[in-house]
T-cell receptor, first 119, second 111 residues
């Protein structure tokens, strides 16, 4: 259980175009999803926290107008990179919170990531 | 105070040996300490996690040791195998909310 999928797994686009990445929790409902960005050989950097039915909370330094997040349902969150530029090329990873054992603590489960390359 | 410091940056261990990765934190409010394993081109996968009410947790070949007074926790991989070669991240959070990540350790197990 607790499987998170991402689509697409990789995407190449031209500079100036927009790219949408989907994150789905396949076998559980996630009221909270997180979006991360990871550069090569570096740790994960939290971009934003997404709660179903409300506006996402962005981390300091992350442009909310550039990285649009929509959490339309309890199993789907989307990240749209608008007017992408080469510096947006990165590995984008989502995670979803799942209730832990006995409902005591939540656990974060991660998607497989999406490799974005902007030419 | 929000940082989690992870060491070493990279580690080479012979097959069958013990791999040890260490993390230290400052924020005493942290109450959840997970370890994640990440293979190249993949998302992180939860390996094992501990809460501060216990000093050790073991799952198969993986053990977390937790020292609350020293504000340190470590991952031990017993009988390390080539398939364990990956990048390992420690993290910490308050009530499972926002994870604060360590910098990662690239582990290579030599056959």
């Amino acid at each position: 259980g607790a499987v998170v999928s991402q689509h697409p797994s990789w995407v190449i686009c031209k500079s100036g175009t927009s790219v949408k990445i989907e994150c789905r929790s396949l076998d559980f409902q996630a009221t909270t999803m997180f979006w991360y960005r990871q550069f090569p050989k570096q740790s994960l950097m939290l971009m934003a926290t997404s709660n179903e039915g409300s506006k996402a909370t962005y981390e300091q330094g992350v442009e909310k107008d550039k990285f649009l997040i929509n959490h339309a349902s309890l199993t789907l969150s989307t990240l749209t990179v608008t007017s992408a530029h080469p510096e947006d090329s990165s590995f984008y990873i989502c995670s979803a919170e799942s209730p832990g054992l006995a409902g005591l603590y939540n656990e974060q489960f991660f998607g497989p990531g999406t490799r974005l390359t902007v030419l | 105070q929000q940082q989690v410091k992870q060491s070493p940056q990279s580690l080479i261990v012979q097959k069958g040996g013990i791999s040890i990765i260490n993390c230290a934190y400052e924020n005493t409010a942290f109450d959840y300490f997970p370890w994640y394993q990440q293979f190249p081109g993949k998302g992180p996968a939860l390996l094992i996690a501990i809460r501060p009410d216990v000093s050790e947790k073991k799952e198969g070949r993986f053990t977390i040791s937790f020292n609350k007074s020293a504000k340190q926790f470590s991952l031990h991989i017993m009988d390390s195998q080539p398939g364990d070669s990956a990048t390992y991240f420690c993290a910490a959070s308050v009530s499972n909310y926002q994870l604060i990540w360590g910098a990662g350790t690239k582990l290579i197990i030599k056959p």
